[in-house]
């Protein structure tokens, strides 16, 4: 979208309603701007349509433009004389980071919530949701405008960061991984408050969706702060291969999870008959498979790069499986008509497919051999941590959680399946959103630690007793005699057998449910879907941006003017 | 017309299953059978079969089945909760049906709403505006939302602007348009992507009879345009213009459809007639007192009134008998019963 396209909009009608001549070369850059302009997300034209003219963009500008040149004076000249010889480009930066981020951290992604939640609240969703626009692109479009937003107020701050730079003291690539830092944590935090927009739809909810949000902004803006600030003032104290690698890392891991947070969104606000899973499931499985491709990649650094790697991304992992399996193991299991014409009919395409078309059978056994790609992968990779450079330290923290990481699997195997008999059971009487499956895997997992751990109790007349194998359901105290190394051989096996056990189960009983029928699409729905697709086509190829009629018709009525000339006279 | 051979059913709350094995509440949600949904009138433009929605326990649309043929204006009329918003928005592809089908130029609004949103302009009861926005930039963000391009949009972004009469207001900001005004804009944006079926829910709501004349001329200039029209509104005066048939809907149950004379006929079973006679009033009255078909005859200065039971044919036998006899009868009026009227014959007034 570009301010020309903006401008050839806004002044079209009066443009079409002068009989003046164009120029030619005028008609050109309508010509191509209306082209350029279709080609955008129209959600990304409105926006910044409505944008430019409101108070809060205009509010928010002007403050960032004063408080810059605010600082700049201020700054200057509070560093005066000492600015004329000593490197006083750190403490400048350090301003105009602090100014730059608060729109870029905290009023870009509330606006952008706020956008998102207004449509719901006026009622315009509704009739967004009934055009051709779909979920995700009215998502992406309020990115975009996010994002047009973010471009403004850096090109706004960029000759104040180039006069940082000039008063030395920082050296460039420490600015751009600054800048960078800020633009990546504001468009993930952004998608982040989309993801947030839609979540409740009642008073009560939406404030405290809120206020969720705003701690997260909070909280991010502080930590990210913490770290700008320190490699501005203190330097990068990574090489330049570790900074590459966690440039790299971070960049993967935001884009990943922002393409969940963007599913999800989506999936929020597309109607009941479509398909809002397999989009999430894709996505979901894209950021793990990256994420162990970037664990894998730490190995090549050394143990000290690799092992908080590894446990940092594993244990995210961990959580990530925990609250995607107890939301997809709660998903309705109507699949619509809808869904099942798209659902995969080869034999591989069944084989492997399946497990991303919608239902909470088929997002169990997701979930589950997710989770146990998972430990598999974690377990190999703290082997090789341990066994290429290890050190006693490495080794001493890694063996037992290597040995809790088969526990890990088969209890969530276990949990999951209890979570969907609970909320198939809840389901059964009362609508339920898939959100529920949160609510169930937490009861799932103390009711799994407390029941035995009670009886246990009440059977030793309340007095502190030993580890048995009727404990075997307890996770707490198993995985913690697991990290300690002090577990029976037959409760680690027992534990095994009760996940896999509930894992065939369910998946000797929801045979049929796992491999719905794929239906075919009737005839007419498939021509008029290639009708449609072969209109716009067409009128993409010719464009017309000033309603003057196509070339073709426009020698037409040349000709029909020509004969009307010839008998007229 | 070709068909939808698909089979389909759609349970927004429908019991679901526990490893296989199905349960059932005691709620009255339905099994998901299978149902073969084929929609074979070339003529019809709008469907219902059987829809139900429930939320929760409220039965909001109950079995509620209608077709409205193509080119046709439909009159939804229901009081207040009666179901109307919700079945349109069931037709408008903006919630499903816990049960049955519904369908738009052929089409199923469940299984294929996309292809039902490129045919269907929804206007609801709410303006559904954006703020620092003018007309033309509403109008315009929809039609490329609706994929209208190039050339396409422009002449539709005209036309809609002049058939609406908003042209002169196309540069002006939203916010400051009059309820009539955004009214119209609504409609234009309804009308962007000329859609062949038009679902208005209440778009006379709150407007001053200028407007309202002014939304009858142009519905009714639509429906000459071949657009399919489903109108719910309370001013049944007006329904009653411009409607080729109506549905009256109460408590999620439709309880009558079809044209408005049709209605009437089937639904009246008394028609008021008024003789006003010259000097002798009360002995006309005593005269028809005990004829067939006659009943509750009361008398009111020169004027004789009566309720009728009978038909046309009837009605004239017994104007020309008593002509004939020689009472010189100045005036005979024929009071028919009024839409409102059948309106509130046929419902109870009950919201749920």
């Known amino acids: 979208m570009t301010q020309t396209q903006v401008v050839a909009d806004a002044q079209l009608l009066s443009i079409l309603d002068q009989d003046r001549p164009t120029p030619p070369w005028l008609e050109r850059i309508d010509r191509w701007a209306l082209r350029a302009g279709d080609a955008v997300n129209p959600i990304l034209v409105k926006e910044t349509r409505q944008a430019l003219k409101s108070r809060q963009f205009v509010a928010t500008f002007s403050l ?22 000593l490197p006083s480009g750190p403490t400048m930066l350090v301003g105009y980071y602090l100014v730059l981020a608060v729109p870029m951290l905290l009023v870009i992604p509330l606006a952008a919530y706020r956008s998102l939640e207004a449509e719901i609240d006026d009622g315009t969703l509704e009739l967004l949701s009934i055009t051709s626009l779909s979920p995700r692109q009215i998502v992406i479009g309020k990115l975009a405008s996010a994002a047009l937003q973010m471009m403004l107020y850096f090109v706004a701050l960029f000759p104040c960061v180039a006069y940082a730079y000039t008063l030395r003291g920082i050296d460039l690539p420490t600015v751009l991984l600054v800048m960078g830092l800020l633009l990546l944590s504001g468009l993930t ?24 949000l705003l701690s997260i902004l909070v909280v991010a803006e502080w930590a990210i702060g913490f770290l700008a600030l320190g490699l501005i003032l203190q330097g990068n104290p990574m090489s330049g291969e570790e900074t590459a690698y966690v440039v790299f890392a971070s960049i993967v891991f935001c884009l990943t999870a922002s393409s969940i947070f963007l599913a999800a969104a989506a999936a929020q606000l597309a109607p009941e008959s479509e398909n809002r899973t397999t989009a999430i499931r894709i996505a979901v499985l894209v950021h793990q498979t990256a994420l162990i491709g970037v664990m894998a990649y730490s190995l090549s650094l050394g143990p000290d790069v690799a092992w908080p790697t590894t446990f940092l991304i594993g244990s995210h992992l961990l959580v990530m499986w925990v609250v995607v399996g107890a939301m997809l193991s709660a998903e309705a299991s109507t699949i619509t008509a809808r869904m099942r014409r798209s659902l995969p009919s080869t034999f591989l395409g069944r084989l492997f497919l399946t497990w991303l078309t919608p239902g909470p059978a088929t997002g169990l056994v997701f ?109 707490a105290w198993t995985i913690g005699l697991a990290l300690n190394r002090n577990l029976p051989d037959e409760a680690f096996y027992l534990v095994l057998a009760l996940g896999a056990i509930a894992f065939i189960g369910h998946l000797v009983f929801v045979g049929r449910t796992v491999l719905p029928q794929k239906l075919a699409t009737p005839r007419r729905v498939l021509e008029e879907r290639d009708r449609l697709a072969g209109v716009i086509r067409h009128d993409a190829e010719q464009p017309d941006p000033l309603g003057l009629g196509t070339d073709s018709d426009r020698t037409q009525q040349a000709n029909t003017d020509d004969r009307r000339a010839s008998t007229t006279s | 017309m070709s068909r939808t051979d698909d089979a389909t059913t759609e349970i927004a709350d429908q019991p679901q299953s526990v490893f296989g094995f199905r349960l059932h509440a005691g709620s009255p949600a339905l099994v998901a059978d299978q149902v073969t949904a084929v929609h074979t009138d070339e003529e019809c433009c709008i469907e219902l079969r059987r829809v139900h929605r429930f939320f929760g326990k409220t039965k909001a649309v109950n079995d509620i089945s209608f077709t ?62 954006y703020r620092d926005v003018n007309c033309w930039e509403y109008l315009d963000f929809f039609a490329r939302a609706y994929g209208l391009m190039g050339a396409e949009r422009i002449r539709r972004l005209r036309w809609v602007l002049d058939f609406t009469g908003t042209r002169k207001i196309a540069e002006k900001p939203i916010r400051g348009l009059s309820k009539g005004m955004k009214q119209r804009l609504c409609l234009g944006r309804t009308l962007i992507h000329d859609p062949a079926v038009l679902i208005l829910d209440e778009p006379a709501a709150g407007l001053d009879p200028r407007a309202r004349i002014e939304l009858r001329r142009m519905i009714g200039e639509l429906a ?129």
């Open chain 1, 64 to 85: 960032l433009l004063l408080a810059a040149l605010g600082w700049t004076v201020v700054g200057s000249l509070l560093m005066m004389p000492q600015i004329y010889f």
């Open chain 2, 68 to 129: 409205v043929a193509r080119g046709h204006v439909f009159g939804y009329i229901g009081p207040n909760g009666a179901g109307k918003t919700t079945s349109m928005k069931i037709l408008a592809t903006l919630d499903l049906p816990s049960y049955g089908e519904a369908f738009v130029d052929g089409f199923s609004v469940i299984n294929d709403p996309e292809l039902v949103r490129n045919r269907l302009g929804y206007m609801p009861d709410s303006f559904g505006t």
């Open chain 1, 367 to 475: 979930a589950v051999v997710n989770i146990v790609v998972l430990m598999g992968t974690l377990h190999w990779l703290a082997d090789r941590v341990t066994n290429i450079q290890g050190t006693s330290r490495i080794r001493t923290l890694t063996v037992p959680i290597q040995d809790a990481l088969p526990l890990l699997a088969a209890y969530l195997a276990f949990a999951l399946v209890g979570v969907r008999a609970l909320v198939a059971g809840l389901r059964a009487r009362n609508p339920v959103r898939v959100s529920i499956g949160l609510a169930a895997m937490a009861v799932v997992l103390l009711l799994m630690a407390i029941v035995p751990y009670s009886i246990g109790l009440h059977l030793n007349e309340y007095r502190t007793y030993g580890y048995s194998l009727a404990q075997v359901t307890n996770w």
């Open chain 1, 189 to 212: 935090l952004t998608i982040i408050a989309l993801f947030f927009a839609p979540l409740a739809t009642g008073r009560t909810g939406q404030i405290t969706s809120l206020l969720a």
């Open chain 2, 224 to 352: 000459a345009r071949g657009k399919t029209v489903l109108v719910s509104s309370h001013i049944l005066t007006e329904l009653a213009e411009m409607c080729d048939t109506v549905g009256i809907i109460e408590q999620g149950q439709l309880l009558a459809t079809g044209s408005v004379d049709a209605i009437q006929r089937e639904r009246q079973q008394h028609r008021e007639l008024v003789f006003r006679v010259l000097r002798r009033a009360a002995e006309l009255a005593d005269a028809v007192e005990g004829h067939p078909g006659v009943h509750g005859v009361s008398i009111e200065g020169d004027s004789v009134s009566m309720e009728f039971s009978g038909d046309a044919e009837a009605q004239a036998d017994l104007v020309r008998q008593w002509v004939i006899a020689g009472y010189p009868i100045v005036e005979v009026v024929s009071r028919s019963k009024s839409l409102e009227d059948v309106f509130l014959q046929v419902t109870e007034g009950v919201v749920q």
